[in-house]
């Protein structure tokens, strides 16, 4: 089967680091993406990783290790905009090219004051 | 550009109605994907083309789901008939032939089927 598994929620403050774990077990693996959604809104790409390692955008952090079947998006010098819902999601690679993304059910992170 | 476009934005009707959503997506992308998504299944692909082929349609819930692609500015999602499980937020999303890892979504119908 395939499953990707994320914690529900968590809570920090402004300024502070956070970090959301995704582990995951698919029948095939090509990747993992992060997104961002805000309340009522649409998802928003954030980062991929298709190797292992740490990938740097900004503020935002994620990273991979295909042997643990893990990674994790880090957040730094939290923000109040930063509230929304993440999601990993693994890049399936079977017979269908490898077009198919498949969504963990989404970590609620909300920042507080 | 305007980025993915679809309609309507909200959709009220009655069980039983046909109802068809509209996707535009970003031109010159290759791929393009319907999603559901709901509080209880999360974010669920129903079906993705690409280059105007469907690829994979295992998730389409049942035979009254049925999606078009006829050109590649355009794809529909129709549900005839509907029911009140059907009611969800529908997004379209596209990325380009060799990014299907980083989709651009549209805003979303809200389904609602009394």
């Known amino acids: 089967g395939q499953s990707l598994e994320q914690p529900s929620e968590v809570t920090a403050v402004e300024g502070a680091i956070v970090q959301i774990n995704c582990t995951y077990q698919?029948?095939?693996?090509?990747?993992l993406s992060w997104y961002q959604q805000h309340d009522g809104g649409a998802p928003t790409f954030l980062s991929y990783?298709?190797?292992?390692g740490l990938e740097e955008t900004g503020r935002f952090s994620s990273f991979l290790s295909r042997s643990d079947s893990y990674g994790y998006l880090l957040l730094q010098e939290l923000q109040m905009k930063d509230s929304a819902s993440y999601f990993c999601a693994v890049r399936d690679l079977i017979y269908n090219q490898g077009g198919k993304l498949i969504f963990g059910q989404g970590t609620e992170l909300s920042v507080k004051p | 550009d305007a980025g993915v476009i679809q309609s309507p934005r909200h959709e009220v009707t009655e069980m039983g109605q046909e109802v068809t959503l509209r996707c535009k997506p970003i031109s010159g992308h290759d791929y393009l994907f319907w999603y559901r998504q709901t509080m209880m299944r999360g974010l669920e692909l129903l079906i993705y083309?690409?280059?105007?082929?469907?690829?994979?349609d295992s998730g389409m819930p049942e035979d009254r789901f049925s999606a078009k692609m006829p050109n590649a500015s355009f794809s529909t999602l129709k549900i005839q008939p509907s029911e009140p499980r059907d009611s969800a937020v529908y997004f379209c999303?596209?990325?380009?032939?060799?990014?299907?890892?980083?989709?651009?979504f549209g805003p979303g119908t809200r389904l609602t089927v009394l």
């Open positions: 999303a596209s990325s380009l032939a060799g990014g299907p890892h980083e989709q651009f």
């Open positions: 083309f690409n280059n105007n082929v469907p690829i994979d």
């Open positions: 990783n298709a190797l292992d």
């Open positions: 698919t029948s095939g693996f090509y990747g």
